[in-house]
């Protein structure tokens, strides 16, 4: 497959992901929930779909969908990885600029951490 095809699907059902995810992480946060479960919920919410659409386009194999549970375990043990690492970078935001600012470095932490996530997807979850 090709790495160029690959990716730019990737990128794009990741800025699909990442609006989901910033926009339940803005709304609980403006809600009064707590920065760690707010940017946890956001990613969940992010997460479910990106496996899903990630599986059926862009790491198919032709009509095949590369899903299954052994690829969702594979996932969800990045996933937690790529998740504490967000949600720290986040809290650090959060409490050294405030949340306004935080909201405005939420895209960019998610943004870095979705190119690790490209490659592990890659070589780990869907091959």
């Not at 409490?95 to 490209?118: N, T």
Request: charge should be positive.
């Amino acid at each position: 497959m090709s790495l160029l095809r690959q990716g730019s699907q990737f990128v794009v059902i990741g800025l699909l992901q990442l609006l989901i995810d910033w926009s339940v992480f803005v709304a609980a946060t403006a809600a009064g929930m707590p920065t760690i479960p707010a940017n946890v919920l956001g990613r969940v919410c992010g997460a479910l779909l990106g496996f899903w659409l990630n599986g059926r386009i862009t790491f198919a194999r032709g009509d095949a969908a590369r899903l299954g549970w052994r690829r969702f375990g594979r996932f969800l043990a990045i996933w937690l990885m790529l998740t504490l690492l967000s949600t720290w970078l986040v809290t650090l935001c959060a409490d050294a600029l405030g949340l306004r600012l935080a909201w405005l470095a939420k895209p960019v932490v998610e943004g870095v951490l979705a190119v690790v996530s490209f490659f592990l997807g890659r070589h780990v979850v869907y091959r």
